[in-house]
């Protein structure tokens, strides 16, 4: 008896510093110096969790209704780790749609492990059991077919486009009125087992339904918060399982996603309510080639390089294009030679900038870019009309004076980079294209605008030759 105390001691104190892993990860990935050690520590919480739980199972030599085979739980680990691995390595651009991805595998499990729990348990599962497993295999079966909606729009193997009805919305709110019911009936006759299979068939074709009416670039947004909904049914599960770290980390994760949507919808200037009733997202009809036109100016890496290196005051604002050239390392390689010649250099860092939180901040801090001269955008918005040069790398929309100035543009009200206030602007890019929200971008017609028409990795490798052929 006192072994079993012992152990259950033991048991509790591991949940407990991986609970504890679990929120310093969170609070060191907040900033770059700390977010290495973040991931460690989630990791670390994650192998002594994995390891508390095989303790766990071999104490009790079986669960409630079933005997262990470790035979079995070796095998889904190979598995797993044979999926994973893989995952892990996929481009840095890839990542939305592998998290997706992850959190598609993880609903699953949720929603697979509710309802082996309600096939053991039926007819007899306590009524508080019986709520929280409803909501976990809602959450999680929603979660699955959502994310891999969300994973295929965004690896472009299903269509970008958002697929909007009329009373979308209210179909919506019936089937999930629908499923709620069925919820609400099972508590109280956890017997009718004919319902359940009805109650998670709908909360899959509820995901599907959710995610059709938004579009592909939009999916960041919808796949964070997905995040929250996954974490929220791992939460439920664990009262299920009466599983206290499980509860824990499903609440983290469940807040931090729901904290990184707001954030991101903030930053973009959606209103939360919108991105919960999946009313956004719409393409906007203004495409490109609808546009007349218009003359811009541009430039060579030769007069790039002799404008930059005239400057005093250099902001580099990076953007998606950056991350899809690759173009980071060659950045850095900029920063050292503008540096080198006593040119002050900053980085305007856009919260919504490439197509997740951080993408910026992940790629500079792999180039080993300083830091310190990192700036978010309230902080350097107030400096631009002292910056000579704004050297714009593949970003667009976070640049776009429009969302100041004109009501009927759809990114009207979006916080953006005040770039047009240097004295020069700059803009490397490949074409006249239009970026994530499909608009023109009237900066590249103003006066003190030059475009440098070119891949972001080889104009700007070309403006560094430049510079150390000047000296
Ligand atoms: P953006 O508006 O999408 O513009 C990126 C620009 O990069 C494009 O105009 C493209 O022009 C250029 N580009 C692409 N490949 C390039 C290459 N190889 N070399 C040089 N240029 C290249 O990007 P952004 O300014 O970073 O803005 C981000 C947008 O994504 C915002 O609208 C934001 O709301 C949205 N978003 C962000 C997140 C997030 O979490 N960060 C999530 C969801 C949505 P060319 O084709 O002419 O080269």
């Known amino acids: ?13 591991i949940y407990l510093i991986a609970s504890a892993l679990f929120i310093l990860a969170l609070k060191w990935m907040n900033a770059p110096p700390t977010a290495r050690r973040g991931i ?59 998290t997706a991805l992850s959190h598609a595998f993880g609903a699953f499990c949720v929603t697979l492990v509710g309802t082996s729990e309600f096939y053991l348990g039926t007819p007899s599962i306590p009524p508080f059991k019986m709520a929280v497993l409803c909501c976990e295999v809602i959450l999680g079966g929603l979660t699955v077919t959502g994310s891999l909606m969300a994973a295929g729009k965004l690896q472009e193997v299903l269509p970008q486009r958002p697929i909007t009805y009329k009373g979308q919305n209210f179909v919506n709110l019936l089937m999930f009125a ?12 956890p017997g009718a087992t ?44 664990g009262f299920v399982l009466n599983n206290k770290l499980l509860i824990i980390a499903g609440a983290l994760d469940g807040s ?22 999946g009313a956004f997202g719409q393409v906007a009809p203004a495409a490109a080639g609808a546009q007349e036109a218009r003359p811009v100016k541009s430039a060579s890496p030769e007069e790039a390089a002799g404008i930059l290196a005239a400057a005093s005051k250099v902001v580099v604002v990076p953007g998606y294009g950056m991350a899809v050239a690759q173009a980071q390392h060659k950045v850095r390689e900029l920063y050292d030679a503008l540096t080198k010649r006593g040119v002050d250099v900053r980085f305007a860092i856009h919260p919504v900038a490439g197509r997740m939180p951080g993408h910026m901040n992940v790629l500079l801090a792999e180039a080993d870019v300083p830091y310190d001269r990192l700036m978010e955008m309230d902080d350097i918005n107030g400096d631009f009309p002292q910056v000579d040069v704004s050297l714009i790398i593949g970003a667009n929309d976070v640049t776009n004076p429009a969302a100041k100035t004109d009501k009927s543009s759809p990114i009207y009200g979006m916080p953006v980079l005040d770039v047009e206030k240097s004295h020069t602007v700059m803009v490397i890019k490949r074409s006249m294209n239009p970026g994530f929200a499909g608009i023109d971008n009237p900066l590249y017609y103003m006066d003190q605008t030059l475009m440098l028409f070119g891949d972001a990795k080889v104009f700007v490798s070309n403006i560094v030759k430049e510079l150390a052929g000047h000296g």
């Open 194 to 237: 004919h319902l359940y299979p009805v109650m998670v068939g709908i909360a899959l074709v509820f995901g599907v339904m959710l995610v059709i009416p938004i579009g592909g670039a939009d999916m960041p947004t919808v796949i964070s918060l997905l995040n929250s909904y996954a974490g929220l049914s791992a939460a439920a599960m």
């Open 256 to 277: 931090s996603g729901f904290i990184l949507s707001v954030i991101m919808s903030k930053a973009m200037n959606r209103s939360f309510t919108n991105v919960l009733f």
């Open 1 to 13: 008896m006192t072994t079993v105390a012992g152990s259950q001691a033991f048991i509790g104190i």
């Open 40 to 98: 460690l520590s989630g990791e670390i919480g994650m192998v002594l969790a994995i390891g508390g739980t095989l303790l766990q199972l071999g104490m009790d030599g079986k669960l409630e209704h079933i005997t262990i085979d470790y035979g079995w739980i070796f095998l889904a680990l190979a598995i797993g780790t044979a999926i994973g691995v893989p995952l892990g390595l996929v481009q840095m651009t890839a990542v939305p749609q592998r």
């Open 178 to 189: 629908v499923a709620i019911g069925i919820a609400v009936f099972l508590v109280h006759d």
